[in-house]
């Protein structure tokens, strides 16, 4: 017997309970979170964002208000600030439903608001990939798909259709390699399966596992990377004592030299890295 709820709801319920749970508004009319939009002044749908030719005017709008002035920073705050919510929610919603859910580029959204500068992206559309025996199979918005490989296969392709052509246009903006850009992708998906694990004290090394694969998935739909994250075990005898490494640098230390390396830098030190994130376990409130 088919659930009387939306499968989608499992997701949105599912993160409720995270600290960090940086999901999109989803508007349908099954499924429909509260968001607000103060200071909107217009939406852009992000197929027709790329093909008006928004990304360049856009992002240079954000770099000449908030900075930072170096490109390579300023393109991974600018895909952050478009896809941290997207990837969230496929990687989370995977890792923590066994569901999938599939983005479309034409059903995702971006408001544009009149301090130059995005808000919370939306999503349209709630279909998801579920295996044969989810109790949502039947359902109309899902799509049934024979295992968990097939599952990321499809999740991934989907990524990499909805995310190309707004990564695209920011590579041939700014000239910032896509590697760089992808691998930005790659990590933070990782890193979105990690996070959930470790607050409800899950096992890393498992989570990690399925990150993996989904990424794997992702190159192979058409991400270009050039290094993958790793786990970093850092305290053995800690439920939370597992963070990660970064394959990719997000540069930030370029904008902001007093910054430094963060602490998931693959440029860091590991001895520097493990001293950090005991620092954290002692003191949360040190942790970003």
């Known amino acids: 017997m088919a659930e009387p709820r939306h499968p989608f709801q499992a997701v949105i319920d599912a993160c409720a309970g995270l600290k960090f749970a940086p999901l999109p508004e989803v508007r349908t009319s099954e499924v429909h979170t509260a968001g607000e939009h103060p200071g909107t002044e217009h939406w852009y749908r992000a197929d027709l ?12 709008q954000i770099t000449r208000h908030h900075g930072p002035d170096h490109k390579l920073p300023a393109a991974t705050h600018f895909l952050r600030a478009l896809l ?16 999938a859910p599939l983005l479309d580029v034409a059903h995702l959204w971006f408001p544009w608001r009149v301090n130059a500068s995005f808000g919370r992206p939306m ?9 044969p025996d989810d109790p949502a199979a039947g359902h109309p918005d899902t799509i049934v798909v024979a295992d968990t ?7 991934a392709e989907r990524m990499v259709q909805a995310f190309s052509p707004m990564i695209n246009a920011l590579h041939a903006h700014t000239r910032v390699g896509l590697r760089t850009l992808w ?18 004290g899950r096992d890393a090394e498992d989570a990690w596992a399925r990150a993996d694969a989904l990424g794997e998935a992702l190159i192979a739909a058409g991400a270009i990377t050039r290094s993958r994250p790793r786990l970093f075990p850092f305290r053995a005898d800690h439920p ?18 007093a910054h430094g390396y963060c602490t998931t830098c693959p440029l860091k ?7 950090e994130l005991q620092d954290w376990l002692r003191n949360p409130a040190l942790a970003p």
């Open 123 to 131: 999503v349209t559309s709630t279909t998801m990939a579920v295996l």
């Open 49 to 60: 964002m790329v093909a008006e030719g928004a990304v360049p005017v856009l992002f240079d």
């Open 269 to 275: 030190c590991d001895s520097e890295r493990r001293d």
């Open 149 to 155: 490989d097939a599952m990321n296969a499809l999740a």
């Open 240 to 257: 939370r004592g597992t963070w990660a490494v970064r394959g990719t640098c997000c540069f930030d230390y370029k904008g902001d030299p």
């Open 84 to 99: 941290r919510e997207p990837v969230f929610l496929v990687a989370a919603g995977t890792y923590l439903t066994g569901r």
């Open 183 to 200: 691998g930005w992708v790659l990590d933070t998906l990782h890193f979105y399966m990690l996070n959930p694990a470790r607050f409800l």
